[in-house]
């Protein structure tokens, strides 16, 4: 039991065998024999694929103006937050959550306009993303997406023992639409991973070189529009267009990243495959309710987008004049720029207390930064360190 920690009692019919064991390991060799073997055999069992990965990691630095992981900046207005406190206190924290999220559901139906039948929530789109993979996989077992992009889609397929197929993006980072054929044609991918907004890259895909993608494969087409808040563009209406098309949203940046809640639209026999592998309680009842008092709120959401893409604008101008810096358009909450020496600039701006996302890796995003656009503040601050390091 977790409460008793140290105090707990190991069940009193292996008590006796355990104590042997221990005694035995520490007459012979001080247990590090055993030790050895039990390491050895834990690789022996990991995949393959996942010994070779490295984890998703954000590396942790304490700066006093975070923009780095393309989070809101904003924290929820007083009125809102008395309420959630209110809601919170009414929850029934000893039951579990309402498994099928009606509630949550059916107001994002409404808001979007969507059949509540279509709509799965989960733990973060992250979670939606392998639950995708998990279901969808029993064809090719291919995986295919433009890269660079978002990281999960290569760590969440390798880690299912799916085959990645990862497929450049062209000069502009948008699709590459004769490659993306060949490869669609070849290749006969169970599931295309189209982020768009793409991340790190910031830009939308061009329309027509989706719509092709969407004739073109025979496998699900998902696409991620995580930042379609900033973007004002959707595909969600085409699903019913296009029987092998999944949308997929997150609150997460739009003010609501700790509560990890990703949103899947689709038909309903493809959510009615993916509710078959979903963990019961895949999202717990605080996101749930507070979710749920978010959305009945939305206007205070949409202003603060509003923000976010007035300061985009404003951040791109200005770093579009700093000498040494390349900035790319962004229809996202966040630009990517390039600069001679990402590294130093990176470590600079933590001297300066301002955290962005280093990108810097040989390809594409050689020598790239990505920043989160925050409050005016944030920004200035930002904009000052990057002049200062750049010019020392
Ligand atoms: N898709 C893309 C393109 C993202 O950039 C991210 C977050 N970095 C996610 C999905 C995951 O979002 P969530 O917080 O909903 O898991």
Redesign the pocket.
Known sequence: MVFKGRAARICNECVGEVGEQIKGKASSDGGKKSQVRHTDLVKSRVKEGIRKLSPYSVPHFKCRVKLDG?ESPFHLPKEVEERVVREIRDIPINRYPDPDAATLREKISKITDFPIDGIVVGN????L?ELLMITFSGGTGRVLYPVP??S?FRITSVALGLEPIPVELDAKFDIDAKLMAREIKTKNPDLIFL?SP??PTGNRYSDDRIFEILKNSNGLVVL?E??CDFSGKSFLPLIQQYENLIV?R????VGF?GL???ILFGRVEHVREINKVRLPYNVNSLSQRVAEVVLDRVGFVSERIQLINRERGRVYKELKIIRGVTAFPSDANFILFKVEDADGVFRGLIEKGVLVRNFNSPGRLENCLRVTIGTPDENNDFLRALREVLSS
Do not use: H
């Not at 973060?124 to 979670?127: A, Q």
């Not at 997150?250 to 940046?253: L, N, P």
């Open positions: 393309n973060g789109s992250d979670e993303i992009t978002f999960m982020a793409n991340n991620d995580a930042y997929l997150t609150m997460s940046k990243a990890r809640l990703g």
